[in-house]
């Protein structure tokens, strides 16, 4: 026998011997696993004997035993020699008899369970033991708890998620809930809420679906000092009751400054609650137990109405309501074509607002009828009422009539404007703009039939001539338009101080008093103009000058017309054209003392070129920004004083006079196979067009 049995033989001696002496005793087992025999096991159990042992394992755990050896005498409810197994909780167990016999108070293949972490066991004896039973043996071991798996009265020991290890567990919860401090039940947080908007609803955590345990939830309504608040609950109505006291245990609650309301539970729908009161506090608590579905209230709030307004003539109200409370607004705006007045004052928006003694804050105002007043008066034009004469209401139309026969419409310009919603005259596409009416150019007065050679002009025949005078000295202009002179630049001797030119118009007499002053505003000599060069000096010979007031257009004063972009107005040699001026009548004669005018025909570019070149050998004076004009036989010409003058051709597609050239230059006057010399215009149109709109 080894040394470990002989302690197992001494221990049981001991023990037999103190329950000898004693009659019973009680151990205590602590460890995980361990063995349990009978006094004097395997031999036969003494009598009058009481054993008991306590077994204690690890929290989380509990006490597994079963038996492996059984031989108790067997009795009617085991009255005479017997084992109880005892565990918190539950009753206990006994058993006697033989494995053999395989009644039911025999243990046999059973394993018996602790329901909690403790156990006892207990073997009583009486007198005797007359057929020499040899008692038990048994072995305990402590077994983790699947609490997971366990119910806890009834009820999972966690709410939403278990988590075993071994000797414990621990519980989580869903997102958006919270574990509560018993570590075991899920709850929410639902405190603190506060709703401002005059309509909303408010129910319990997860309505429609069961509401959580433990809540303790307040909610509450508060809107604007003048509006009285009112619950209904709506839907479903079921909170925990009991049959026999009033909401003992899930309770909703509400409070106002006037009064209390509830407590409610149970499964009857709470009736309307009108409270009188801009501020309500709704409570609801529930406790650990039940599977109940909450509540819905909705909530909207009123207040003492304004009176129902009345949309003016002319007029709309929004929003359109049956009733108005505190708060509320409604705006007017009136039909297109009218106006909102609230006295002599003109409104772009009106909203009033009503206010908690049932009175609206401003007065509504009134829908009159757009008015844009007499239209303004257009240059050079009149204005017809097509509507009624003097009515400038809304959609009262009017048109602009240019004065004939001297101005006509601008081209693009609408001559009907009408009275819009917005309160201006409006064309036809919305425009404000007043319409142009530019004065007829290139149709004189006077006859105009077919200056050395030439003819004194009639009054009206040449209108757009300009005598110009700069420091005393002649010459010769074009009017464009009714505010723009064309000239050369050489005339203006690079005079850009305006103050040493004098314009005059409207007149066929140089000396005569009867004339159109005519003041200069600003000179525009083309860019390109070098005087001091030797070679083409009087290259790009062309000049604007802008005027400060718009020229009175008449019988006697009418601009010119601009050459065309059409290659027509690109004139060819044998072109006859006119040209006018004061200048001399003869090379050695004084300033013509009537207006002159001779028809030139155009010379070939070339063979005026041949001419000029073999005067002046290396120095090309010709360009082809000049027009050649005279006669072979000569006797007709510009001559001094003529510079900056017109040269004006016919075109018999519009029945008009346009500026073809500019008298520039020439070798002497009216010389024989010695040809005037012109600016091009046709080659300045874009110079000429962009000067005067960017300089407007």
């Known amino acids: 026998m080894d040394i470990q049995g002989q302690r197992g033989v001494i221990m049981r001696l001991f023990l037999l011997l103190t329950a000898l002496l004693h009659g019973s005793y009680s151990i205590s087992l602590k460890g995980l696993f361990g063995e349990i025999v009978s006094p004097g096991f395997p031999n036969i159990y003494p009598n009058n004997v009481k054993e008991s042992w306590n077994i204690t394992v690890p929290l989380g755990h509990v006490v597994k035993l079963y038996f492996t050896h059984f031989s108790v005498e067997p009795s009617y409810l085991c009255e005479y020699d017997y084992i109880k197994i005892f565990s918190e909780g539950a009753e206990p167990a006994t058993y006697c008899g033989e494995t053999s016999t395989d009644t039911e108070e025999v243990p046999g293949d059973k394993v018996t369970y602790s329901t909690g972490n403790t156990m006892s066991v207990v073997f009583k004896s009486d007198y005797s033991n007359e057929k020499r039973f040899t008692g038990f043996r048994a072995f305990y071991v402590a077994e983790d708890i699947d609490e997971c798996k366990m119910l806890n009265d009834g009820e999972p020991f966690c709410d939403h998620y278990c988590h075993n290890y071994i000797g414990g567990f621990y519980c989580t919860c869903r997102t958006g809930y919270i574990l509560h401090e018993n570590k075991k039940t899920c709850t929410v947080h639902c405190s603190g809420q506060v709703l401002t908007e005059r309509s909303g609803e408010i129910t319990s955590p997860d309505y429609p679906a069961v509401y959580p345990k433990l809540c303790n939830c307040d909610y509450r309504i508060l809107v604007e000092e003048g509006f009285s608040i009112i619950l209904e609950f709506v839907e479903s109505f079921d909170v925990e009751n009991h049959p026999q006291s009033q909401c003992p245990y899930d309770v909703l609650k509400i409070k106002t400054n006037k009064g209390e309301h509830g407590p409610f539970c149970g499964t009857k729908l709470p009736p309307r609650i009108e409270t009188g009161s801009f501020k309500v506090d709704i409570t609801f608590t529930s406790d650990i137990s039940g599977s109940n579905k909450g509540w819905k209230i909705k909530y909207s709030v009123t207040a003492m109405p304004c009176p129902k307004p009345v949309a003016p003539p002319h007029g709309q109200i929004s929003p359109a309501q049956q009733k108005y409370i505190f708060k509320d607004r409604f705006s007017i705006s009136c039909d297109t074509g009218y106006e909102m007045m609230q006295g002599s004052s003109t409104l772009t928006s009106f909203t009033t607002e009503c206010r908690k003694d049932g009175t609206w804050d401003k007065q509504p105002p009134l829908c009159e009828i757009v008015d844009c007043t007499d239209p303004d008066n257009a240059d050079n034009a009149t204005v ?100 723009w002179i064309l000239t050369a630049a050489h005339v203006l001797s690079g005079h850009k101080d305006v103050s040493a030119i004098e314009l005059k118009m409207g007149l066929i007499k140089r000396q005569s008093s009867e004339y159109v002053q005519v003041l200069p505003e600003k000179v525009f000599i083309h860019s390109k103009y070098k005087p001091d060069s030797q070679k083409s000096r009087y290259d790009n010979d062309i000049a604007l000058i802008k005027l400060k007031h718009k020229v009175p257009i008449s019988a006697n004063v009418k601009p010119i017309c601009l050459p065309g972009n059409d290659v027509r107005y690109n004139v060819e040699s044998k072109t006859l054209g006119t040209v006018s001026g004061f200048g001399k009548t003869k090379q050695t004669s004084l300033a013509a003392e009537y207006l002159q005018f001779v028809e030139v025909e155009v010379i070939d570019h070339k063979q005026c070129k041949d001419v000029y070149d073999k005067l002046f050998p290396g120095l090309e004076q010709v360009t082809e920004n000049m027009l050649c004009a005279g006669t072979e036989e000569g006797g007709k010409d510009a001559c001094t004083g003529d510079s900056g003058g017109p040269y004006v051709f016919y075109d018999e597609k519009t029945h008009k006079w346009f500026i073809g050239g500019i008298v520039s230059w020439g070798e002497k006057c009216g010389v024989k196979d010695k040809y005037g010399v012109y600016t091009k215009v046709y080659n300045y149109i874009s110079w000429i067009e962009n000067t005067i709109s960017t300089n407007f």
């Not at 601008?410 to 005259?425: I, L, P, Q, T, V």
């Not at 149709?443 to 040449?462: C, H, M, S, W």
């Open 384 to 483: 017809e009422y097509i509507t009624e004469v003097g009515v400038t209401t809304y959609k009262s139309a009017i048109r602009y009539k240019c004065e004939e026969p001297f101005y006509a419409m601008k081209e693009g310009s609408n001559a009907e404007y009408h009275c819009a919603a917005s309160g201006h005259w409006v064309d036809s596409k919305g425009n404000r703009e007043l319409p142009e009416c530019e004065p007829i150019c290139g149709e004189p007065t006077g006859r105009l039939t077919r200056v050395i050679g030439g003819q004194k002009a009639e009054l009206g025949e040449f209108p757009w001539q300009v005598l110009v005078t700069v420091d005393g000295h002649i010459g010769g202009g074009s009017l464009l338009f009714d505010k």
